[in-house]
């Protein structure tokens, strides 16, 4: 079983409340609504895990930098993600701050370690794909007629048409188009950037 990763920050609260209470009063204390269960949540610690914290099963995990991508962990919230570009020390440990790029209305988020976790490959890339729409000032997927993809299949083309669940799409060199799903498109040249066309 690997053992279980920590933040330094946790890792000095347990520590205390080990030297307070001991293991049994720790995790009689666990059992509770305890004030640190705060940075162990019961959610994402089981009594089976906590015990194995308790006795010193767990390891530090490397503290983030800048630069690195970043997910939230926070409960009953949506995770965002981002990459950190500031670190701040603050009363209870480091803070990081992550940037929210081409989000419009959101402002930077400032947090700390214990409520986030280095984002998954999916993630960074669902987020590099959100910014790159944004900078468009565009929804995901929202592809624009006269838009110049490359269809997974049917190669190069432009979009003639949007309908709900689709796009008209028309190959180059060809006379007739067809509806296509957005998922096998990708973006080449949106219409506002074209300089062949008046958009």
């Known amino acids: 079983m690997d053992k279980i990763k920590i933040t330094k920050r946790q890792e000095g609260i347990l520590v205390n409340l080990l030297g307070e209470y001991g293991v049994d009063k720790a995790m009689e204390y666990r059992m509770g609504d305890g004030s640190f269960n705060l940075s162990f949540p ?3 610690y089981t009594p089976e895990q906590f015990a194995l914290l308790l006795c010193g099963w767990y390891e530090i995990e490397q503290p983030f ?18 990459k950190i570009y500031e670190v701040k020390e603050g009363a209870y440990g480091k803070i ?3 940037d929210r790029k081409t989000l ?7 947090i700390y370690g214990d409520k986030i976790r280095k984002a998954t490959p999916e993630e960074i890339e669902r987020e590099k794909k959100r910014r790159f729409w944004g900078t468009l000032d565009r929804q ?17 083309g432009t979009i003639y048409n949007k309908q709900k669940r689709a796009v008209g799409f028309k190959r180059f060199g060809s006379k007739e188009g067809i509806a296509v799903v957005r ?5 080449v040249c949106p219409v506002e950037k074209r300089l062949d066309i008046d958009a």
Do not use: A, C
Not at 104 to 110: A, E, F, H, Q, V
Not at 148 to 154: G, L, S, T
């Open 42 to 44: 019961k959610s994402k």
């Open 65 to 82: 930098e800048v630069g690195d991508w970043v997910t939230t962990n926070i409960k009953n919230r949506e995770p965002k993600t981002g």
């Open 96 to 98: 990081f701050w992550m």
């Open 104 to 110: 419009i209305g959101d402002n930077d988020i400032n």
């Open 140 to 156: 995901e997927n929202d592809y624009q007629v006269n838009d110049i993809v490359i269809h997974e299949d049917y190669g190069y």
């Open 183 to 187: 998922e096998n498109l990708t973006l």
